[in-house]
Every structure is written in structure tokens, then in C-alpha cells.
């Protein structure tokens, strides 16, 4: 079983930036790919970036040049630098790690871009 903790999360305006992390406990050796998904208000949950342990990322086209993700593989824990923030980047972002994508969740952390 793996635990997943997010932090990092809070208010920013519009064209700042924020990091988040997230650090993951118990069989933390099982983990292959940790990664970020959102959920905005009203709408279904949606991948944001994913990083294997070997240094693969995917990330949705929205966020692309904007956000970047990164792992601490010794530590399990992943980051996510979002930069140029939009109000339409605003949403709980979640924590996921598996084998393969999805097997274990965070609780999420709220990020809000407004003025």
C-alpha cells in the first residue's frame, strides 16, 4: 500500500507561480510513475504531467511551456513548478503513483488563480 501526501497548494494571481509536492510513504517501492491530475469545478478529473522513474514526462497541451514536473525517485516524491498562471488553471490538483498510472491517489490540494 502507498500514501500519498500533497502540499503546496493556495491562493496566486494571475501570471504567478506556485510548486507543488508530494510525498509518498509504505511500499514506495513499487511506484514506476508519479504524476498530477486536476479536477476543476464542475468538470471530470484530467491529467495534467506524469514522470516515469526513468525521466519520461507527458503533459496536456494546456499546460505545456507552463508547468514542469520533477521526481525525487530515492525519495518518492514529485513536484510540480507551474508558472504563468491563469484563472482557468484553478481547480484541486491531485497526487497519483502506481506500477502504472493510477493506482494510488492523494487527497488533493486546492490551487486558486484570481486577482
Known amino acids: 500500500q502507498v500514501q500519498l501526501v500533497e502540499s503546496g497548494g493556495g491562493l496566486v494571481q494571475p501570471g504567478g507561480s506556485l510548486r507543488l509536492s508530494c510525498a509518498a510513504s509504505?511500499?514506495?517501492?513499487?511506484?514506476?510513475?508519479m504524476g498530477w491530475y486536476r479536477q476543476a469545478p464542475g468538470k471530470q478529473r484530467e491529467l495534467v504531467a506524469t514522470i516515469t522513474n526513468v525521466g519520461t514526462t507527458v503533459y496536456a497541451d494546456s499546460v505545456k511551456g507552463r508547468f514542469t514536473i520533477s521526481m525525487d525517485n530515492a525519495k518518492k516524491t514529485v513536484y510540480l513548478q507551474m508558472n504563468t498562471l491563469k484563472p482557468e488553471d484553478t481547480a484541486v490538483f491531485y497526487c497519483?503513483?502506481?506500477?502504472?498510472?493510477?493506482?494510488?491517489w492523494g487527497r488533493g490540494t486546492q490551487v486558486t488563480v484570481s486577482s
Open positions: 509504505g511500499n514506495i517501492f513499487s511506484i514506476n510513475t
Open positions: 497519483e503513483a502506481g506500477q502504472i498510472r493510477g493506482d494510488y
